[in-house]
């Protein structure tokens, strides 16, 4: 595996990352700079994931200080849903995975 990364890679990821900046404020209606709790719940949801309010917490929990998540938190909280949901048994893996989030 190359561990240099190419113009188009970074091109790629910048992309990506660019477009989790664009989400991540649009998502912070007040422009706090941070996520609250409610913001992230209306996020994930506008996501299409499902999660129950303890998974929410979980995740909350697991990805915020002082219950407010910071982009770089939101990016780390999106890349866990992401893997997540993955799994074609996400619905059960999730309920598990609140477990240790
Ligand atoms: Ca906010």
Same mark, same amino acid.
């Given at each position: 595996?190359?561990?240099?990364?190419?113009?188009?890679?970074?091109?790629?990821?910048?992309?990506?990352?660019?477009?989790?900046?664009?989400?991540?404020?649009?998502?912070?209606?007040?422009?706090?700079?941070?996520?609250?709790?409610?913001?992230?719940?209306? %996020?994930? $949801?506008?996501?299409?994931?499902? &999660?129950?309010?303890?998974? *929410?917490?979980?995740?909350?929990? =697991?990805?915020? !200080?002082?219950?407010?998540?910071?982009?770089?938190?939101?990016? %780390?909280? $999106?890349?866990?849903?992401?893997? &997540?949901?993955?799994?074609? *048994?996400?619905?059960?893996?999730? =309920?598990?995975? !609140?477990?240790?989030?």
């Amino acid at each position: 595996m190359s561990c240099s990364m190419g113009f188009n890679e970074f091109k790629e990821l910048w992309a990506v990352l660019n477009g989790w900046k664009q989400h991540f404020m649009s998502i912070d209606k007040d422009m706090s700079g941070t996520v609250d709790p409610q913001e992230m719940g209306q %996020a994930v $949801s506008s996501m299409g994931y499902r &999660l129950s309010p303890q998974a *929410m917490n979980c995740i909350i929990k =697991r990805y915020s !200080s002082n219950g407010k998540i910071s982009f770089d938190d939101y990016v %780390a909280c $999106s890349v866990k849903l992401r893997s &997540l949901t993955v799994h074609p *048994m996400h619905h059960e893996h999730l =309920r598990e995975a !609140s477990g240790f989030m």
